[in-house]
């Protein structure tokens, strides 16, 4: 089976600007989490998506958005972006109810 | 907000060398994971111990778990160049975590050929 894949793998944005990223997950893999990765705060939970509903939302603001599609591919977006928000961020999906997740090869964006 | 600490942050050795990484946990959980994560790049999964297991071994690898203590053990035997990487323990994830994952803060492991 294919792994996860992140599109784009790199991205350079200035602030204000939008962003959307994109994570197609292992076949028949329902559920997709996201992750944000820096080297200050370490890797913190984004938010998660089972049959295109949002189960699970971290402590980040509400410019960080998701959905995922029929298909099981998710997107993310950040809007007004800050140069905090320059990070890897990571997708994993996972079979439903099941602890183990395999991650993407992750999308790094720098604001600038 | 991370789940627990790890030590060392950092860890330098010799291939053939064991590497031990510690990671402690606040919660009461029902597993924990160990993941490998290569230069900046995604996680892999390396092993899964559940909370009504003490040890668990996977090739080079032993995990053990003390939930009493709160605190878990990644031993790496007879290491090699390749093995270097940063190693997080992670807690949650399935049930009703829904998809959450908490990790530690890492430990960067570094093995000299």
């Known amino acids: 089976k294919a792994g996860v894949t992140q599109t784009p793998r790199y991205l350079i944005k200035t602030r204000g600007q939008q962003v959307t990223l994109s994570c197609s997950p292992i076949?028949?893999?329902?559920?997709v989490s996201w992750y944000q990765q820096t080297p200050g705060q370490g890797l913190q939970f984004l938010f998660e998506?089972?049959?295109?509903?949002?189960?699970n939302k971290g402590n980040f603001p509400g410019r960080f958005s998701g959905r995922q599609f029929s298909n099981s591919r998710s997107e993310m977006n950040v809007s007004t972006l800050e140069l905090g928000d320059s990070a890897l961020y990571l997708c994993?999906?996972?079979?439903?109810?099941?602890?183990?997740?395999?991650f993407g090869p992750g999308t790094r964006l720098l604001v600038l | 907000s991370q789940q627990g600490e790890e030590d060392p942050q950092a860890l330098s050795i010799q291939e053939g060398e064991n590497a031990t990484m510690n990671c402690s946990y606040k919660?009461?959980?029902?597993?924990l994971q160990w993941y490998r994560q290569n230069s900046g790049r995604g996680l892999v999964h390396l092993i899964l111990?559940?909370?009504?297991?003490r040890e668990k071994h996977s090739g080079r690898l032993r995990v053990t778990l003390d939930t009493s203590k709160k605190s878990s053990s990644l031993l790496i035997t007879a290491s090699r160049a390749a093995d270097t990487a940063s190693y997080f323990c992670?807690?949650?994830?399935?049930?009703?975590?829904?998809?959450?994952?908490?990790f530690g803060q890492g430990t960067i492991l570094t093995v000299h050929p």
């Open positions: 994993a999906s996972s079979l439903p109810s099941r602890e183990t997740q395999y």
């Open positions: 076949s028949g893999h329902r559920s």
């Open positions: 998506y089972f049959s295109e509903t949002q189960r």
């Open positions: 919660t009461s959980i029902n597993n």
């Open positions: 111990i559940r909370s009504n297991e």
């Open positions: 992670a807690t949650g994830g399935g049930g009703t975590s829904y998809g959450k994952l908490t």
